[in-house]
């Protein structure tokens, strides 16, 4: 499987934009790029995912590299509740929830009031 | 719509005992998926269950084993219990062929081993 490479940690002021990293550099073309983050003591949640185009959605912001060795998630003004893991995944494309989530360490973030 | 539900919250037992934890899919979803996290790591995949039969391991021991009911629901359990099984368990749901492709977790069942 590839792996992906994240910092272990980040720090943000709230209500200033947020950009969290993540390398795979050797990421296949049929992996799509997933993006969970875990608040304290909750399960896992899914936060947006991409195969090659930049992504939107209502929680945040997915920027793909050209080349797709690394990718970065963003938020645009971070709260207070935006405090947790977040967690870069590697998935393999298939259009079915089949298959197993790989999770690394994540990154923990820390928002400052 | 209620998300995913696990039972019971917290467990308590000693070495060697068994454990069955539970797990109710969000609503609509068929495929249920269980995760182990132990303290300050990231969840790691234990099997993944679809139509009541396991398609997919991670790479634990026969110790841990599954079912999955008719009503999607699903059940964890766990012989002769190790001080290392202490962990969070979490139960994942997802509908497979489903566009967003995501899975949803559940709140995890704390299990402790004495």
């Known amino acids: 499987d590839a792996k992906t490479t994240q910092p272990n940690s980040m720090e943000s002021n709230e209500e200033e934009p947020v950009h969290l990293p993540c390398n795979h550099s050797?990421?296949?073309?049929?992996?799509?790029i997933h993006w969970y983050r875990q608040l304290p003591s909750q399960g896992p949640e899914y936060v947006i995912h991409?195969?090659?185009s930049n992504v939107n959605n209502r929680m945040a912001s997915l920027a793909i590299a050209e080349d797709r060795k690394s990718s970065t998630l963003i938020l645009h003004r971070a709260t207070l509740r935006d405090a947790a893991v977040y967690y870069c995944i590697l998935r393999k494309a298939g259009g079915t929830s089949y298959g197993k989530l790989t999770f690394g360490q994540g990154t923990i973030l820390t928002v400052h009031p | 719509d209620a998300g995913v539900t696990q039972s019971p919250t917290h467990l308590i037992k000693t070495r060697g005992q068994q454990v069955t934890l539970r797990c109710s899919p969000k609503s609509g979803h068929d495929t249920v998926s269980w995760y182990q996290q132990a303290l300050g790591q990231g969840p790691q995949f234990i099997f993944q269950y679809y139509e009541e039969e396991e398609r997919q391991r991670g790479n634990f021991p026969d110790r841990f084993s599954g079912h999955q009911f008719p009503n999607y629901s699903s059940e964890l359990n766990v012989n002769a219990l190790l001080l290392g099984d202490s962990a969070l368990y979490l139960c994942?749901?997802?509908?497979?062929?489903?566009?967003?492709?995501?899975?949803?977790f559940g709140p995890g069942t704390r299990l402790t081993v004495l």
């Open positions: 991409g195969l090659t």
């Open positions: 050797t990421i296949s073309g049929t992996d799509y």
């Open positions: 994942a749901s997802s509908l497979v062929g489903g566009g967003a492709d995501e899975q949803f």
